[in-house]
């Protein structure tokens, strides 16, 4: 039977963090046996909040060998970076032509993003992300996404674009459909509800055990427990909320050493730091094997991209077949 397809992807903004890890990356890593992966380096969409391109190359190569790192296999999972395959950018404009500004604007992520970045005024590239991320996902005919939260109501616009598309023109395209982790939004430190580079309240998949702690000693936590003896709600306790994917094992134990205050937060958290540490050891290990051996990943991104031009420019005849274009 013919697998299905994934199509998924990150903006190169240096990098990973555990947020990025928990809700899209491991998930990446756990289906590529069953379905056909496909990864995307969106370095266009980066630039919908940051226009700078001076180390565009660097990150996306440090997002490479994250990616590389945390077990992709890039003989099953081609990986490619969005501006060398130009069918993106005119998948894009074709898409374009198939929703409503209207509709763009009500995207509650674009909401979010203006809120949180304090944008003053949206750029047209800003308001067209889901569009060109449509047409990142259709370009390879993706079946499913696995994704964070906050890209949900994305998917949706590109199951809109496509089914506006095959009614308009014929079938060319699935309705992708999006999978999301059990911790498919991550907090960050300072409690804000999504762990996020450009709000600074990370913990790096790359970030040494010292780091972590330093880090994690100065999360948030239930402010009402302040010493070691009082007692504290671990339900609203963003620490609390790490522990529950990051030391599983122990969570009915901490629950009930915060409830009576006989666990103190410092400790919690160094027991919380040392079990990410745990899981992000390996990954630390193996990025400096690539970091050492770039000429390695610079071959791996070479052949993603011509595996995923192949695909694009099929899919682009299909497109334009059904248009009549050409
Ligand atoms: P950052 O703001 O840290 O750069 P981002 O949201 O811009 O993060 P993207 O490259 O747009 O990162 O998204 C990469 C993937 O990681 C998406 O699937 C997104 O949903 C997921 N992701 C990012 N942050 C988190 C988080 N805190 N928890 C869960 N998933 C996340
Ligand atoms: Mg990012």
């Known amino acids: 039977m013919l697998k299905k397809r994934i199509l998924s992807g990150m903006r190169p903004t240096g990098k990973l963090h555990i947020g990025h890890y928990v809700g899209a990356l491991e ?11 496909f990864h995307l380096i969106a370095d266009y969409h980066a630039l919908t909040t940051n226009p700078d391109t001076t180390n565009i190359y660097e990150d996306s190569i440090d997002m490479l060998i994250d990616w590389l790192a945390a077990g992709l296999d890039p003989k099953k999972s081609p990986m490619f970076r969005q501006s060398q395959i130009k069918q993106h950018t005119e998948l894009n404009l074709i898409f374009g032509m198939l929703i409503t500004v ?5 995207n509650p992520t ?3 993003q203006v809120r949180d970045l304090h944008i003053d005024n949206i750029i047209f590239g800003h308001l067209g992300y889901p569009v060109l991320q449509a047409a990142d996902i259709l370009l390879y005919k993706g ?12 998917i949706e616009i590109s199951r809109e674009i496509a089914r506006r598309f095959n009614n ?4 060319v395209f699935p309705e992708p459909e999006p999978m999301l982790t059990k911790f498919a939004r991550l907090p960050g430190l300072d409690g804000n509800a999504k762990m996020s580079k450009s709000l600074g309240n990370t913990i790096l998949l790359s970030d040494d055990p010292e780091t972590v702690k330093a880090k994690m000693k100065k999360a948030v936590t239930d402010p009402k427990k302040i010493r070691k003896g009082d007692p504290g709600n671990p339900e609203i306790c963003l620490v609390f909320s790490y522990h529950k994917k990051f030391n599983a094992g122990e969570v009915s134990e901490i629950d009930a050493g915060c409830r009576t205050g006989a666990l103190g937060c410092l400790d919690c958290k160094m027991k919380c730091a040392s079990k990410i540490s745990d899981l992000i050891e390996p990954i630390r ?3 400096k094997y690539y970091e050492k ?3 390695e990943v610079k071959d791996i ?7 995923g031009r192949e695909e694009a420019v099929q899919t682009m005849s299909e497109v334009h077949d059904k248009m009549k274009l050409g």
Not at 143 to 154: S, T
Not at 168 to 171: D, F, R, V
Not at 301 to 307: S, T, V
Request: aromatic residues 6%; glycine residues 6%.
């Open 143 to 154: 079946d499913a996404v696995p994704v964070g939260e906050d890209q949900v109501p994305h």
């Open 168 to 171: 308009q023109y014929g079938n």
């Open 293 to 295: 051996n770039l000429d």
């Open 110 to 112: 674009l909401k979010d």
């Open 285 to 287: 290990d193996k990025r």
């Open 301 to 307: 991104l070479a052949d993603g991209e011509k595996r």
């Open 27 to 37: 998930n990446w890593v756990n289906l590529q046996d069953q379905y056909n992966n």
């Open 102 to 106: 209207n509709r763009l604007e009500r």
